[in-house]
C-alpha cells in the first residue's frame, strides 16, 4: 500500500520569503504524485502533478516540485512567498491498480505567510 | 466550464437521521470518487465509480454508508442513521479517464455535515 507524509502541520514564512513544503512517498510500484492546495472553504486545487514525464515539475502560481526517487521525496517549493499563498497545502499519491485511482493524501500543511 | 458541484453546501442533521448528498461531475468525466474530510482522520477515499458501476467500495466506513450513480452523470451519497462521528466535510471529485493513476481528479467545494 501506498502512503504519504507531509513534515510540518504549520509552516509560516514572511512575505518574500522561500516557501518549502516537505512530503515524503511510500510505494512499492512507480508512483504519481500530486499536490493539492486548499482555501478555506473551498474544494482542493490541483497544484501540480508527477507523472513520470520529468523529475521537475512545474505548477501554477510559481509553484514547483521535483521528484526524487531516492529520497523518496516531493518536496514542494516557491522562490518568494506571496500572501495570497497562505492555503491548506495537501500532497497525495496515486498507484495504478488497474481498477481505480484513488488518491492518498498526506496529513497537509498550512502555510501562514507574514508581512 | 462549470467545475463539479455538490449540494447542499452545508447539512445540520440530528443523530439517527438519514441524509442524502448530491455531486454532479464535470460533464464528460467518466470517473467520479467521494472523499471524506475530517480533523481526527485527514482526507480520506470512500468510494469510486466508472461509469455506474462501482469497483473500488474499500473505504466506505460502514454498511451505513452506501453511493449510487445513474446516467454515468450524477452521483448521491447516501448516510443512514447518522451517528456524530460522520461529521465531516464530504468531496466529491471526477476525471475524465481512469486510463492511468496519472489522471488529474477535479473536487467540488464539499458538503459540510454536521450530525447533532
Known amino acids: 500500500a501506498q502512503s504519504v507524509t507531509q513534515l510540518g502541520s504549520h509552516v509560516s514564512v514572511s512575505e518574500g520569503a522561500l516557501v518549502l513544503l516537505r512530503c515524503n512517498y511510500s510505494?512499492?510500484?512507480?508512483?504519481?504524485l500530486f499536490w493539492y492546495v486548499q482555501y478555506p472553504n473551498q474544494g482542493l486545487q490541483l497544484l501540480l502533478k508527477?507523472?513520470?514525464?520529468?523529475?521537475l515539475v512545474k505548477g501554477i502560481n510559481g509553484f514547483e516540485a521535483e521528484f526524487k526517487k531516492s529520497e523518496t521525496s516531493f518536496h514542494l517549493t516557491k522562490p518568494s512567498a506571496h500572501m495570497s499563498d497562505a492555503a491548506e497545502y495537501f500532497c497525495?499519491?496515486?498507484?495504478?491498480?488497474?481498477?481505480?485511482?484513488?488518491?492518498?493524501f498526506g496529513t497537509g500543511t498550512r502555510l501562514q505567510v507574514t508581512l | 466550464g462549470a467545475g463539479v458541484s455538490q449540494s447542499p453546501s452545508n447539512k445540520v442533521t440530528e443523530k439517527g437521521k438519514d441524509v442524502e448528498l448530491r455531486c454532479d461531475p464535470i460533464?464528460?468525466?467518466?470517473?467520479l470518487y467521494w472523499y471524506r474530510q475530517s480533523l481526527g482522520q485527514g482526507l480520506e477515499f470512500l468510494i469510486y465509480?466508472?461509469?455506474?458501476?462501482?469497483?473500488?467500495k474499500s473505504g466506505l466506513p460502514s454498511d451505513r454508508f452506501s453511493a449510487e450513480r445513474t446516467g454515468g452523470s450524477v452521483s448521491t451519497l447516501t448516510i443512514q442513521r447518522t451517528q456524530q462521528e460522520d461529521s465531516a466535510v464530504y468531496l466529491c471529485?471526477?476525471?475524465?479517464?481512469?486510463?492511468?493513476?496519472?489522471?488529474?481528479?477535479?473536487f467540488g467545494p464539499g458538503t459540510r455535515l454536521t450530525v447533532l
Open positions: 510505494s512499492s510500484v512507480p508512483p504519481y
Open positions: 471529485a471526477s476525471s475524465y479517464t481512469t486510463s492511468g493513476s496519472s489522471d488529474t481528479q477535479y
Open positions: 465509480f466508472q461509469g455506474n458501476s462501482a469497483p473500488d
Open positions: 497525495a499519491v496515486s498507484v495504478n491498480t488497474g481498477t481505480a485511482s484513488k488518491l492518498t
Open positions: 460533464s464528460g468525466h467518466t470517473a
Open positions: 508527477y507523472t513520470s514525464a520529468a523529475t
